[in-house]
């Protein structure tokens, strides 16, 4: 049974359905970012684990942009340098480095968790507001 809803509730339900849209489409854009952070991550830890096996003046591929390899050689497989923001570069051990990025990918997992919750939560809503517009149509 269909109850009518006056237009000005139809309205205001309307925008919030369009509103809330939008608030989706942001969410799925965040996690989409945080997914590709996290993968990103995930094999910079992977090249860093590989870079420990690597003996020295032994002679690497290195990416140098846009699909461009160098050849180089090893120099220090034991530290290397990282950015810590603000253009600011510091030396670090392999394994802090690691710690490091471990600790930020665990951080960024937490706020995929978090995010997908938004996620789900919102949709139900937009699922109910889609309804509520339905039945008063």
Known sequence: RRKKMK????????????MASQQLNKLNQHFSLITSKVLELKNLDQSLSDLESVKL???ILV?????????????DSKDVLMNVG???VVE?????SKK???????????ALEETEK???????GLEMLKKELEDSA
């Open 7 to 18: 237009n000005e509730d139809k309205q205001q339900k309307y925008i919030e359905f369009q």
């Open 57 to 59: 003046n032994e002679e």
């Open 63 to 75: 990416p140098f942009g846009a699909g461009i390899l160098i050849k180089a050689s090893i120099k």
């Open 86 to 88: 603000s253009d600011i």
């Open 92 to 96: 670090k051990s392999t394994s802090d």
């Open 100 to 110: 490091l990025i471990q600790q930020q990918i665990t951080e960024l997992e937490t």
């Open 118 to 124: 938004e996620i789900i939560n919102l949709g139900t």
